[in-house]
């Protein structure tokens, strides 16, 4: 059976049992037949409808039904050319039309694997590992909008706004399902390359700064959110509310962070006791790591970073309700077992990461242990384990 490729979004190319029919490339209106007949398998197409889709300026007649007729030999003496027989008497003549008739050869397309894609993350939840391999998959097939160096007709446009669409729509459902495992690093790169097709997609704007924010990249967020707002000005277009609202949120970050610091600052110069960590969101924890050192030698005292990990005892896969459980009693436990001055976020969905301040380092690991003593006290998952590594702060001196 022949074995046909079809690929749409980005570049358009035919690949039959492995070879590439490059004559298609020579002809517009034959590569706009071919595409149109492969993207509606098994349907029997009317002349009028083909006429309407390759001549829409021209109303059907018999002219225009003899160029389609014309056009189909060619189609079919192209094929032949390039040895995809196969694929020439799957193009069926129909009473008043044409037929792809699929069941004659094997065949695959980026729109239908794009399409189910899509489908699947609309109707179903998935998971850590499965989110990162269908954002790797779609993004693969999305290496364009459909059909793109072709003029844009109206079938085309159509095809173009309803794959651009569910594309975006799929996007974003990602980010939201990322945002649910506090996977915040990965973000940036999905609205990067989402923005490289669809750099005015003010959703993935917004997006790219606030995950810059939650990953502690100020900087970057700063200069992001100044270069967006720049080109849409250049454009004479009037800034959407949200970008405007996002740039303040910018603006301001440093001002909360150094809140927080002096806050934490305070902590520690009161005496120390049991009355917890100061917990706070990712952007945070990465803003006050860079300073919290210096704060620290003031007082004689040091930093470690630690981080804490759920895991299955056996190393198996670990069931995302069983993770969702014991990471809530390891919050119990950090909440309860760490002291004034510590700091710690969620960094992932089985992760924690904590500053702990310490007057020797070998204080951090101790107290890691401990932590992970109480964890296995009271932790009502069977099964689980939680592994933990520390470090010493870098010292502020040195650092980049």
Known sequence: MTVVSLRTLGMCSLCVDGEYVEELARSRQLTSLLVYLLVNPGRELPNKELVEVLWPEREPDAKTEHALKNLMYRARAMLRRSGADGLADALASQKGGYCFVEREVDFSSDIRRF??????????????????????ELVGLYRGRFLQELSPVEWIRNYQQKLHDMYLRACRQIVDYLIRWSYYQEIPTLCSRVLEIDPNSTTFQRLHIWSLLQVGDWKQARAVSERTIAKIKSRGLPVPEELQKMQRQVLSWPKRVEKRVHMLANMMAEPR?????????????????????RILQRHQLHCCLGVFTVERADGGALA?????????????????????????????????????????????????????????????VPGIALDFDVMPLPDPDIRD
Do not use: K, P
């Open 115 to 136: 399409t189910e894609l899509c489908h699947h993350l609309e109707r179903q939840e998935v998971y850590v590992e499965e989110g990162y391999a269908l954002f790797s």
């Open 273 to 293: 006791g049991h009355e917890g960590a100061y917990q706070c969101e990712y952007a945070s924890f990465c803003q006050i790591s860079q300073v919290l050192q």
């Open 320 to 380: 995302e309700h069983h993770c969702r459980a014991a990471m809530t009693d390891l919050l119990t436990v950090l909440q309860l077992g760490l002291r004034r001055g510590d700091v710690f976020c969620r960094y992932s969905d089985c992760q924690f990461l904590v500053l702990l301040t310490v007057q020797l380092h070998r204080h951090g690991a101790q107290a890691m242990r401990r932590m992970v003593e109480q964890f296995g006290e009271l932790c009502r």
